[in-house]
């Protein structure tokens, strides 16, 4: 009867990220970007980089190992924020 319990809870833990759509490799909140995924939005989405939590990443990749940050509160031509690619230890996941 041990062995039954485990299964409708394990089934339970999986249906609640089901809901959840898949974190892709590469994301950007840049809605104007080819890596925005407007589903994965609806959701709090965290980072990790290099083991502390970042509120404040524009764009991240997980294979290659970088994030995009603002530099400041410097803005380009068009209004939006220079970012600098940082290289480190990736990780996201939702909240």
């Given at each position: 009867?041990?062995?039954?319990?485990?299964s409708?809870?394990?089934?339970?833990?999986?249906?609640?990220?089901?809901?959840?759509?898949?974190?892709?490799?590469?994301?950007?909140?840049?809605?104007?970007?080819?890596?925005?995924?407007?589903a994965v939005?609806?959701?709090?989405?965290?980072?990790?980089?290099?083991?502390?939590?970042?509120?404040?990443?524009e764009?991240?990749c997980?294979?290659?190992?970088?994030?995009?940050?603002?530099?400041?509160?410097?803005?380009?031509?068009?209004?939006?924020?220079?970012?600098i690619?940082?290289?480190?230890?990736?990780?996201?996941f939702?909240?």
């Amino acid at each position: 009867m041990d062995s039954t319990t485990p299964s409708p809870d394990a089934s339970d833990a999986s249906a609640a990220p089901a809901d959840r759509p898949a974190l892709p490799d590469r994301l950007s909140v840049d809605p104007r970007s080819p890596h925005h995924v407007a589903a994965v939005f609806q959701h709090d989405v965290g980072i990790r980089f290099n083991g502390k939590d970042r509120f404040d990443v524009e764009e991240y990749c997980l294979s290659e190992g970088w994030i995009r940050v603002p530099a400041g509160k410097t803005l380009d031509r068009k209004g939006r924020p220079l970012t600098i690619k940082l290289k480190g230890q990736v990780e996201a996941f939702y909240r």
